[in-house]
Nanobody
């Protein structure tokens, strides 16, 4: 599958933002999707992931309770709803796909979108 992330922008601390990941390809429903982020000068880190059917999700501790990942297989779309944003959430956010049912390691994901920048001002 090919992925395209969108929805990034500038938001004030405490505010919400919703990222979208649009996929092309007929096998989208047989791919787990993950969101990762990379802040300036830091390594890429896992944010959230959702299984093929959407029945299972996993979150990094740093975003648990604030971010929600969801998917619509009929529309080949995955969303990441981000609430209560903090300045430390500032990063380029990437969506990625894997044929595993669920994964959280970046090395398990074979397809990556181009990234969308999220900037949270204090």
């Amino acid at each position: 599958v090919q992925l395209q992330a969108s929805g990034g922008g500038l938001v004030q601390a405490g505010g919400p933002l919703r990222l979208s990941c649009a996929a092309s390809g007929r096998t989208f429903s047989r791919h787990a999707i993950g969101w990762f982020r990379q802040a300036p000068g830091k390594e890429r880190e896992f944010v959230a992931a959702i299984s093929w059917s959407g029945g299972s999700t996993h979150y990094a501790d740093s975003v648990k309770g604030r971010f929600t990942i969801s998917r619509d297989n009929a529309k080949s779309m995955v969303s990441l709803q981000m609430n209560s944003l903090k300045p430390e959430d500032t990063a380029v956010y990437y969506c990625a796909a894997t044929t595993l049912v669920l994964a959280i390691k970046a090395t398990d994901f074979g397809s990556w979108g181009q990234g969308t920048l999220v900037t949270v001002s204090s």
